[in-house]
Antibody, heavy 121, light 108 residues
Framework: QVLLVQSGAEVKKPGALVKVSCKAS????????MHWVRQAPGQGLEWMGM????????RNAQKFQGRVTMTRDTSTSTVYMELSSLRSEDTAVYYC??????????????WGQGTMVTVSS | DIQMTQSPSSLSASVGDRVTITCRAS??????LNWYQQKPGKAPNLLIY???SLQRGVPSRFTGSGSGTDFTLTISNLQPEDFATYFC??????????FGQGTKVEIK
């Protein structure tokens, strides 16, 4: 079965960098784009960006330009999301989500369990 | 960016009720609209894609409808496990893949 397993919770100081991993299994890793979505405590879902695991190309939300880097390792079927210059407002649960597709429609059909990132001095 | 607005933000309902949640897009998105359910401490779960297509394994009491700018998610015969927060998402004009702010369905 399809599984996305994320790395564990992180506590970081303001200005630091965090790197979250998402290991995929149960499907062909390079055939599906992977997205990152975050959710601040008690808030809604915020799309951060995506990576094409096949070629490694990425697109990020304008809000995170210059601060977020998404990479992948095809040998381990793992994608990574690195967020730099952390501030308190980055405290959130970070999710990876696989982009499934049906003809011209797409959706996030599998999600990781989430990684809590806390930014605090 | 396309803005997605859900209403209501929260509602109270009883087991067995019929519940309707609305999602409005700031411009036409055809049927490029998905619905997710999220329970506390869990990742979102896909319910409906392409506005009205039921994801495999999702109970048939969940139905989606709409096109253009106005969409609805209806839960018929509300069950105890349906108390959760629901989000809509547009995938017509991306990036970004924008979400609605969520609708929390609580027990009356």
């Amino acid at each position: 079965q399809v599984l996305l397993v994320q790395s564990g919770a992180e506590v970081k100081k303001p200005g630091a960098l965090v790197k979250v991993s998402c290991k995929a299994s149960g499907y062909s890793f390079t055939n599906y784009y992977m997205h990152w979505v975050r959710q601040a405590p008690g808030q809604g879902l915020e799309w951060m960006g995506m990576i094409n695991p096949s070629g490694g190309s990425t697109r990020n939300a304008q809000k995170f330009q210059g601060r977020v880097t998404m990479t992948r390792d095809t040998s381990t079927s793992t994608v990574y999301m690195e967020l730099s210059s952390l501030r308190s407002e980055d405290t959130a649960v970070y999710y990876c989500a696989r982009r499934g597709r049906s003809t011209s429609w797409y959706y996030f059909d599998y999600w990781g369990q989430g990684t809590m990132v806390t930014v605090s001095s | 960016d396309i803005q997605m607005t859900q209403s209501p933000s929260s509602l109270s309902a009883s087991v067995g009720d019929r519940v309707t949640i609305t999602c409005r897009a700031s411009q036409s998105i055809s049927t490029y609209l998905n619905w997710y359910q999220q329970k506390p401490g869990k990742a979102p779960n896909l319910l409906i894609y392409a506005a009205s297509s039921l994801q495999r394994g999702v109970p048939s009491r969940f139905t989606g409808s709409g096109s253009g700018t106005d969409f609805t998610l209806t839960i018929s015969n509300l069950q105890p496990e349906d108390f959760a927060t629901y989000f809509c998402q547009q995938t017509y004009s991306t990036p970004p893949e924008t979400f609605g702010q969520g609708t929390k369905v609580e027990i009356k």
